[in-house]
């Protein structure tokens, strides 16, 4: 559920843009809106809004609000890359200034795994959203804009699938079965 929850401005700009035969400027309106409609009910629902979300609700703002302004479709084309590399800056700025892995921080109680795979993790995410953003900045200005927006939704959402089933592949050799008790395996 909470996937479609973070979805939710994604899916909501893919209707509108269609759905008013191809108008960015009124896709984007409506994504604005329904960035705040989620940021809101973030707040009613849980008293609290997570970083991330405040961050890509401000980046939709001001991208948003630049390509509205302006009237040039170039800044929302630059926002997903800009949410990208936030993300690999964050991951990266945690590892190598502070020595964190956040990746731990969040998933560390679900697996248990040696620092170095924490580290080989956290390296393959930053690559994963610097490539992403890279790779949307190609899309964006190497083909059309409705070739630009499908992409936005279906190639980002199959690319990232297949990165964690990647992830997910690799991790398996790590996760470990439920240590079976001696009392378990005892015949009485």
């Given amino acids: 559920m909470k996937f479609l929850f973070d979805l939710f401005p994604v899916l909501v700009f893919f209707g509108a843009y269609f759905g008013s035969?191809?108008?960015?400027?009124?896709?984007?309106?409506?994504?604005?809106?329904?960035?705040t409609i989620q940021v809101a009910f973030a707040w009613w629902r849980w008293r609290k809004v997570e970083s991330m979300l405040l961050f890509s609700y401000a980046l939709i703002m001001v991208l948003g609000g630049a390509t509205l302004f302006f009237h040039k479709s170039a800044f929302m084309l630059w926002k997903p890359t800009a949410l990208y590399w936030a993300f690999a800056l964050v991951l990266a700025g945690a590892k190598l200034l502070k020595g964190r892995d956040?990746?731990?921080?969040v998933m560390g109680a679900q697996l248990?795994?040696?620092?170095?795979?924490?580290?080989?993790?956290?390296?393959a995410w930053i690559a994963f959203f610097v490539g992403m953003?890279?790779?949307?900045?190609?899309?964006?200005?190497?083909?059309?804009?409705?070739?630009?927006?499908?992409?936005?939704?279906?190639?980002?959402?199959?690319?990232?699938l297949v990165f964690v089933i990647g992830q997910g592949l690799m991790l398996a050799r790590y996760m470990q079965d439920e240590p079976v008790t001696e009392s378990a395996g005892e015949e009485k």
Avoid: C, H
């Fill in 133 to 160: 953003g890279f790779l949307n900045l190609y899309v964006a200005f190497s083909f059309t804009e409705a070739t630009w927006v499908k992409f936005k939704l279906f190639g980002t959402l199959g690319l990232t």
């Fill in 112 to 123: 248990l795994l040696p620092d170095q795979i924490w580290t080989r993790l956290t390296y």
């Fill in 102 to 105: 956040l990746l731990r921080s």
């Fill in 21 to 35: 035969g191809g108008d960015l400027f009124f896709a984007t309106k409506v994504a604005m809106g329904a960035s």
